[in-house]
């Protein structure tokens, strides 16, 4: 590692967040797509944020779309309900699962009528759609699955933002989605650090 990077990674390890927990929650089904949670996961506790990978199906591990079985933090049963923030990955059949989750639709539900952070990424944002919670929202979504934006005016940014509901497109833009959940939780700046940190773009 170079010296300027080296210096790029201590300045961006020495980030703290004003001594609060800020708490974040991914909710994992069967068959979620890898790269868009475990992306997500890593910048977010990359940037001292307090977030656990929780079993919507309340299993110890959950394997993903790609063969790939994760350890999990959490049970859905057992969560508090105290999150800053709760964000639902792609995949299939995962995102089909998560929408036939019962204990995954009261949790979105809540979370976004107490006005706190929902977020979703390439098939989740039809999550939202199905839950209800997307009129006259702007969000996005991956390529062809618009049509499960009940009531939202799409658009086709990598992230788009509105309110308290944050959505992205796929694995591609897993790395943005991730950045912006670690800018609103945080600050700019310790977005930016991360993205320098990580070497990205």
């Known amino acids: 590692m170079k010296n300027r990077d080296l210096h790029l990674w201590q300045e961006f390890s020495d980030i703290k967040n004003g001594g609060r927990s800020i708490k974040v929650r991914m909710l994992f089904e069967t068959g979620y797509e890898e790269v868009e949670a475990l992306t997500v996961v890593d910048l977010l506790r990359r940037a001292k944020v307090d977030c656990l990978m929780v079993a919507a199906d309340d299993q110890d591990t959950v394997t993903g779309s790609h063969g790939i079985t994760v350890k999990m933090d959490e ?3 057992e969560l508090a309900d105290d999150a800053d ?3 639902l990955p792609g995949g299939m059949p995962g995102v089909t699962n998560l929408i036939a989750n ?33 009129k006259d929202k702007k ?15 799409v658009l086709y940014d990598s ?17 943005d989605f991730g950045l912006k959940l ?6 700019q700046d310790t977005s930016e650090k991360l993205a320098a940190a990580i070497v990205y773009k």
């Open 159 to 175: 992230v788009v933002t509105d309110g308290k509901v944050i959505t992205s497109r796929g694995m591609g833009t897993a790395i």
């Open 182 to 187: 670690v800018e609103i939780l945080t600050d």
């Open 85 to 87: 923030m709760i964000v």
């Open 75 to 77: 049970k859905i049963s």
């Open 139 to 153: 969000a996005t979504c991956y390529p062809g699955m618009e049509a499960g934006l009940h009531c939202a005016e």
């Open 102 to 134: 019962e204990k995954v639709k009261n949790l979105v539900c809540g979370q976004y009528e107490a006005g706190r952070y929902v977020a979703a990424i390439c098939a989740a944002p039809t999550a939202f759609g199905a839950f209800g919670i997307l």
